[in-house]
């Protein structure tokens, strides 16, 4: 089984084994979006969400919208994986992002913004980044342009979660096309409900998460670059792309 060919995603192939996903609980998606990124990147299901909330202890609160950004950062971590918590609010993000997709990375972002207790604004919702297309006409002759993600709580927390609720049939014969992850947004919509920037690119180890980072990350002016990654582990590193 294979996407369109105007597809890029971080799993080649369409076939739903390739993609051991699970649905969250409510306000899990803090714990949810790390879990699916790390077995999407392993190829099978060997982190549960459950396990994850777990670990997040008294960092996990339900009733305050879940777990604050720095703990999906953490969880990641702490299962010996690469990455860190940034931002790309000040740079060009789709750049970024669609350099990590290329290389098969998928990336845990935060969409719309959120306060979460004490802590500062945070995004509202975590999901997984697992493609975007090159821009497209469809069968009625409309121009789309998409990014795709893995949402474990799309189309609503108990809902029908499951890759098939972003397949469509674009081209027109009458066969519903596959798509990556289980939801697409517009490029425009989803580029308006990304106001914080918070991305956790997520790399097999920290070395390799690291090495892309001084190849491609400028931190903004003033701020050294690994004493930058160091300071923000709680607030987040203010991301500045750099094409080579
Ligand atoms: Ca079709």
């Not at 996903?21 to 790390?34: D, F, K, S």
């Not at 919509?189 to 998460?209: C, K, N, S």
């Amino acid at each position: 089984m294979q996407f369109p060919p105007y597809v890029h995603s971080v799993i080649p192939s369409a076939d739903p084994a390739s993609w051991p996903i699970q649905p969250q609980g409510i306000n899990e998606c803090g714990c949810t979006a790390p879990a699916n990124a790390l077995n999407m990147l392993v190829g099978r299901p060997r982190f549960d969400k459950d396990e994850f909330v777990r670990q997040a202890g008294l960092f996990f609160q339900r009733q305050l919208g879940g777990s604050p950004s720095p703990i999906t950062g953490w969880l990641i971590k702490r299962q010996g994986f690469g990455t860190h918590f940034g931002s790309l609010r000040k740079t060009n993000a789709e750049a970024v992002l669609r350099d990590l997709v290329d290389r098969r990375v998928p990336t845990v972002i935060e969409l719309g913004s959120n306060k979460w207790g004490p802590f500062e604004v945070f995004g509202q919702h975590s999901v997984v980044l697992v493609g975007y297309s090159d821009p497209y006409t469809d069968a009625s002759g409309q121009r789309r342009e998409e990014y795709y993600f893995v949402d474990a709580q799309y189309p609503a927390v108990g809902g029908e979660f499951g890759l098939h609720t972003n397949d469509a049939d674009h081209d027109g014969d009458g066969v519903p096309e596959s798509y990556p992850g289980n939801r697409t947004i517009p490029r425009d919509l989803f580029l308006r409900d990304y106001p914080t920037g918070i991305y956790f690119p997520v790399f097999p180890t920290q070395a390799e998460h690291d090495a892309w980072y001084r190849e491609h990350i400028r931190p903004e002016a003033g701020v050294p670059l690994l004493g930058g990654l160091i300071a923000g582990t709680l607030t987040g590193t203010m991301d500045i792309w750099h094409a080579t």
